[in-house]
Nanobody, 121 residues
Framework: QVQLVESGGGLVQAGGSLRLSCAASGRTFVGYAMAWFRRAPGNEREFVASISRSGITYHADSVKGRFTISRDNAKNTVYLQMNSLKPEDTAVYYC???????????????WGQGTQVTVSS
């Protein structure tokens, strides 16, 4: 079992930055691929970024060049650095852990409770 707790969300103006953190506890963090997803009101869950156990990253086209996923295995934490935020980035952001890094949410086993990010225009 892995418990995931997100933090770092909040209200920011367009063009601003936030860094989300996801702290993992339980089973060995290094053994899991990690990802960030988001869900805006009225929309389906959307893949944002993933990072494999070896550190290979992949970002959705909608955030490429603005967001960066990273992980610190010593701290059992995965991060999402979000720059140049846009109002359309407003959503609840979730971190997830699974055995492989994919864009499909159904492949991830453990999920956090989410953190709200609101970008004002």
């Amino acid at each position: 079992q892995v418990q995931l707790v997100e933090s770092g969300g909040g209200l920011v103006q367009a063009g601003g930055s936030l860094r989300l953190s996801c702290a993992a506890s339980g089973r060995t963090f290094v053994g899991y691929a990690m990802a960030w997803f988001r869900r805006a009101p009225g929309n389906e869950r959307e893949f944002v970024a993933s990072i494999s156990r070896s550190g290979i990253t992949y970002h959705a086209d909608s955030v490429k060049g603005r967001f960066t996923i990273s992980r610190d295995n010593a701290k059992n934490t995965v991060y999402l650095q979000m720059n140049s935020l846009k109002p359309e980035d407003t959503a609840v952001y979730y971190c997830a852990a699974g055995t492989i890094a994919t864009v499909g949410g159904q492949t991830y086993i453990y999920w956090g409770q989410g953190t709200q990010v609101t970008v004002s225009s």
